[in-house]
């Protein structure tokens, strides 16, 4: 175990190519992780924690000790950093896909937040490129047949 300031880590790991994204409270990220899960996975998750020596996880919850520890614990997520080449290739799709009035809509850190998640090879950029579905039309609305009109 290490005690590390956040700030030291991500710089350490910007080195090594990687970006912080998240730092939360282990209990917080457990909890979330139990709410979620469903019994077979929440069964799975309590029985590696005794297999790793937490005696007391027991359906579905730790002890209040073992949660006391949890707190002192931060989860961190790193996310491998896109090369300059794929960031620049990224910010030439979206901007193409965008069309320069919309991409000039976007504010500058928008704009590298979709690069960065076009880069990464995330989809979500491309929610803003695709028109919105077509409303519906309403089934229920008679539609009427023209009648030929006698000749006269």
Not at 8 to 19: I, N
Not at 100 to 112: C, I, P, T, Y
Request: charged share 25%; aromatic share 6%; hydrophobic share 45%.
């Amino acid at each position: 175990e290490w005690l590390a300031p956040p700030p030291v880590l991500a710089a350490l790991a910007k080195r090594s190519g990687l970006e912080l994204e998240r730092a939360d409270n282990f209990a917080h990220v457990l909890q979330h992780r139990l709410d979620a899960a469903d019994a077979k996975e929440r069964s799975r998750a309590l029985s590696t924690l005794r297999a790793h020596s937490v005696p007391d996880a027991v359906a579905g919850s730790l002890s209040p000790a073992e949660w006391d520890v949890a707190k002192l614990y931060v989860a961190l997520v790193f996310r491998k950093a896109p090369a300059e080449a794929d960031v620049v290739r990224a910010m030439a799709t979206v901007k193409r896909s965008l069309g320069s009035a919309r991409w000039k809509a976007f504010n500058a850190a928008d704009r590298m937040a979709l690069v960065r998640n076009c880069a990464a090879g995330g989809t979500q950029w491309r929610s803003f490129v695709e028109p919105p579905p077509e409303p519906p039309t309403p089934h229920d609305a008679p539609v009427e047949a023209k009648q030929p009109q006698p000749a006269s």
